[in-house]
């Protein structure tokens, strides 16, 4: 079939014992987005490093028949070559430098031995055009540069493993946007995300792989979002939000006139005025758009900020000073941030040491004697409740899967007792049914008592888990709801664009 850009037939991978890709087919049509859904562990990325030679050709089973020859590649430059561009997961991305030099690190234009700056300005301006990207060649942006980047190398075949998880909304338009155009050239492009709706918007076909086995390929405009999620855990999800209502009439966090100011720029405010309660047994939802100060607001309290910020902060009654997340931990308040990859993980550990390392003192019995037993029974108990993919507690965390990793991050938190938890974007990355298990969590730790700031961009997910939501708009607090069933994410959206509340 020549309307076939890709096949590829039986491909087996496996890591020292354990096997990541089973028996997977997978064909892409000539010129479609090609969407491919699954649990976290499943085998997407290992399956899109197969075929842009990651992994090269003598480290796996199967056959790729791309362009109707069989492809033999051994490094990423033979893909490339090929016409296989891929934008990993994990960005390999310079978040501060600007566009010009993230496209062209360690590929700079140079000329009689000069890196020649104007050339690769003008090249980037014109990459930037052809993008249609309103944007200067000196900004600071992500995963558009790495699409740039794949495009200034000819790709025929694009892959983008999780390309919107960390973008804004904003962002994510221009992305669509960007899909849209590069598909009316005739780029074929493979997608993989979380993010059902996305996948339903854009993909012309959906291919849902399971415990490294493909489950099904269909055309996704005979899918709604329950067949993908069904065809994922190969069980029938009806609630996605399991909520529990387990709000006390006890205020225990109350913040006062909170302003926080840039780091960078003393004068400029991220924050500008807040104030707000949290009661016990309460899930505070913050939502709003990325940059609206949120993550600002609350990591400051914490203790995470390094620039100026004043303001009052009560726990239980009392004033809190805190100069530093040790503070807020000695006083029952943790912070699991959204940037996991920087803050939460130590690469080469392993997953019971870091899960179980920032906690130590709880399995500490004398000076010299560490509880073992509780603290492998603990790291068991989390590995079975957030069903964590992993051969075992001895794994390295850096071959687990991306949402994998993010669940063990997770896990260290639950660890700790706490009074307050603050989740930052704690779904992100991770698939419907570990949401699914961090939702009962949520539930199952108010029930308790303990209290839950969650700040999310998923609004279904706010609506779905909050008792109450507040909406910031350019560092203000704009809007408060009480969560009902009336309440809808076009009140909280004109609220979060700025609009009136009333
Ligand atoms: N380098 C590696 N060494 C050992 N095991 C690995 C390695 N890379 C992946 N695995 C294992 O292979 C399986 C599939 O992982 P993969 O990263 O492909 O999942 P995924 O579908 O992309 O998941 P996610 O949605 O979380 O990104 C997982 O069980 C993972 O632990
Ligand atoms: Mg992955």
Redesign the pocket.
Known sequence: MDDMILEMQGIVKE?SG?K?LKDVSFAVKRGEIHALC?E???????LMKVLSGVYPHETYQGDIIFNQQKLIIHNIADAEQAGIAIIH?ELALFKELPVYENIFIGNEISSRGRIHIPAMLAKTQELLQEMKLDVSPYTPVKQLVEICKALSKNATLLILDEPTASLSEGEVEILMDILGQLKAKGVTCIYIS?KLDEVLRLADTVTVLRDGRTIGSRPARLLTKADIVQMMVGREITDLYPKQVHVQNEEILTVKNYTVYSSSDPDKKLVDNASFSLKRGEVLGFAGLVGAGRTELVSAIYGFHNGKCHGEVFLEGNRLTIHHPKDSLKQGIAMIPEDRKRHGIIEIMSVRTNMTLANIEKYRRTMDYIDDCQELSDANRYLERLKI??PGLNTRIK??????QQKVVLAKYLLRKVKILILDEPTRGI?VGAKYEIYNLINSLTAEGISIILISSDLPEILGMADRILVMNEGRIKGEFVNSQDLDQEQIMHCAVGGTTA
């Open positions: 890591f354990v990541a699954g976290n562990g499943a085998g997407k990325s290992t997961q979380h993919k992993a071959n687990l899967s991306g949402g994998n698939d």
